[in-house]
């Protein structure tokens, strides 16, 4: 049996691991511990509806417009173990693009991650990944004119 320690360690390792593989391009390791028939809701507004689904895109994603973009100044804000096999896992990361050496405050996102333990591991279920904007940003943003 696994500890509530040991558990809040691991979902918190998740985060890690996806800056990790992103960084190394790697596609299929960035969703490495996502269930199956995960539900990912991406800060445009796309869901994808499985792993296989979420990994096709991201392979088109990393070829060209984030290609050579690294994950950085990713941390873990929370962890918890809401009930026997269920967590949830807020991070924030920012993102650089090639050239850059320091991620720009309208490049940081937040995520929130479900996991549930399945088969001896956690296992993400659904993820929320939004774009982390300050008051005055999100202001300037309604003050433009609809197009």
Do not use: C
Not at 49 to 66: F, I, P
Not at 105 to 125: A, G, H, K, N, P
């Amino acid at each position: 049996m696994i500890t509530l320690e040991q558990s809040v360690e691991a979902i918190s390792a998740i985060p890690h691991r996806m800056y990790e593989a992103w960084n190394r391009g790697d596609v299929a390791g960035f969703f490495a511990d996502f269930a199956e028939d995960v539900v990912f809701a991406e800060l445009e507004g796309t869901i994808y509806r499985s792993r296989a689904e979420a990994v096709a895109a991201h392979e088109v994603l990393l070829d060209t417009v984030m290609k050579g973009s690294r994950l950085e100044r990713g941390e873990v804000h929370f962890a918890r173990i809401v009930s026997p096999g269920v967590g949830v896992v807020h991070s924030r990361v920012g993102i650089l693009m090639p050239g850059e050496q320091e991620p720009p405050s309208t490049r940081y996102s937040m995520q929130l991650f479900v996991t549930v333990w399945q088969e001896d591991r956690w296992v993400v279920v659904a993820l929320e990944n939004a774009r982390l904007l300050s008051l005055q940003s999100m202001a300037a943003l309604e003050s433009m004119p609809a197009s």
